[in-house]
Nanobody, 126 residues
Framework: QVQLIESGGGSVQAGGSLRLSCSAS????????MGWFRRAPGKEREFVAA????????QYADSVKGRFTISRDNAKNTVYLQMNSLKPEDTAVYSC???????????????????WGQGTQVTVSS
């Protein structure tokens, strides 16, 4: 069983920055892929970014590429999402997810992930 706890959400103005953290407990953190997803009001959950267990493979959604950076610290069992140049359309609940079956797979596929955090709210005002 893996537990994921997100932190770092909040309210910022457009153009601002936030750094989300996701702390994991259980399992061997360095062996599994981690992803960030978000769900805006009235919309379906969408892929944001993912990173392999080793940290060597990374993928981003086109909408955040160049503005967001995903990273991980396997010594701290934590994955991060640095969000810069935030836009009002980035407003959503952000959740981290763990795919404990593999170090890297098809990161955009929601059902590939086995465990999910409770989410943290990010609100960007114009």
């Amino acid at each position: 069983q893996v537990q994921l706890i997100e932190s770092g959400g909040g309210s910022v103005q457009a153009g601002g920055s936030l750094r989300l953290s996701c702390s994991a407990s259980g399992g061997t953190f360095s062996s599994y892929m981690m992803g960030w997803f978000r769900r805006a009001p009235g919309k379906e959950r969408e892929f944001v970014a993912a990173i392999s267990g080793s940290g060597h493979s990374i993928q981003y959604a086109d909408s955040v590429k160049g503005r967001f950076t995903i990273s991980r610290d396997n010594a701290k069992n934590t994955v991060y999402l640095q969000m810069n140049s935030l836009k009002p359309e980035d407003t959503a609940v952000y959740s981290c997810a763990a795919d404990v079956q593999r170090g890297w797979g098809t990161p955009r596929v929601l059902k590939e992930y086995d465990f999910w955090g409770q989410g943290t709210q990010v609100t960007v005002s114009s």
